[in-house]
């Protein structure tokens, strides 16, 4: 079977730089995405990894290590607006995608 | 523009009741996605369809029905709700697998 696990809940300050982080374990392992989930909203997508190494979007980066079967979502310039719940998800032969079970990303003035 | 839309966006219902949820995206994607949504946020796939056909059918009882008319809808019909079915409900589409464009979502109550 597959399992992810990453932290249920991380709280940073405005302005700051945070991390979260994802293990997994699956068979057939393709990548790794993250999504980002406000109170009341809708999964929105990322970014996805599939090779080692960091993968930079505008304050977001996501880096995965398959050796290690790890990965995470570095979240720079805190904005309060990034207070959401952040999902990784594995692609992998035997599912379209895993969801892990979140991490609920507080920002605080 | 709407890229994937379902309705209705709320849905309260007595135990024993049966229902439907529409799900349309207008993206052009192949495969499309339902997901179940609980409350402590854990988020699971239930069907998936590829141009029509059902390609996952997870664990899911089989008093959920999901139907794909043509491959820009999808829709979740449900046979004598349970208590334990209330949750936010998902549709999602893509085109590849690793980056998916969800719905609004439908949050179930049964009564």
């Known amino acids: 079977g597959q399992s992810l696990e990453q932290p249920s809940e991380v709280t940073a300050v405005e302005g700051a730089i945070v991390q979260i982080n994802c293990t997994y374990q699956t068979s057939g392992f393709y990548g790794l995405s993250w999504y980002q989930q406000h109170d009341g909203g809708a999964p929105t997508f990322l970014s996805y990894n599939a090779l080692d190494g960091l993968e930079e979007t505008g304050r977001f980066s996501s880096f995965l290590s398959r050796s290690d079967s790890y990965g995470y979502l570095l979240l720079q310039e805190l904005q309060m607006k990034d207070s959401a719940s952040y999902f990784c998800?594995?692609?992998?032969?035997?599912?379209?995608?895993?969801f892990g079970k979140g991490t609920r990303l507080s920002v605080i003035a | 523009d709407t890229a994937v839309s379902q309705t209705p966006k709320y849905l309260v219902t007595q135990m024993g009741n049966d229902k439907s949820i529409k799900c349309e995206q207008n993206l052009g994607h192949d495969t499309m996605y339902w997901y179940k949504q609980d409350s402590k946020k854990f988020l699971k796939i239930m069907f998936s369809?590829?141009?029509?056909?059902?390609?996952i059918n997870e664990t899911v009882p089989n008093r959920f029905s999901p139907k794909s008319p043509d491959k820009a809808h999808l829709n979740l019909h449900i046979n004598s709700l349970e208590l334990g079915d209330s949750a936010v409900y998902f549709c999602?589409?893509?085109?590849?697998?690793?980056?998916?464009?969800f719905g609004p979502g439908t949050r179930l109550t049964v009564l």
């Open positions: 999602a589409s893509s085109q590849a697998a690793r980056e998916q464009f």
């Open positions: 369809y590829n141009n029509k056909e059902l390609i």
């Open positions: 998800a594995v692609l992998s032969g035997n599912t379209p995608l895993v």
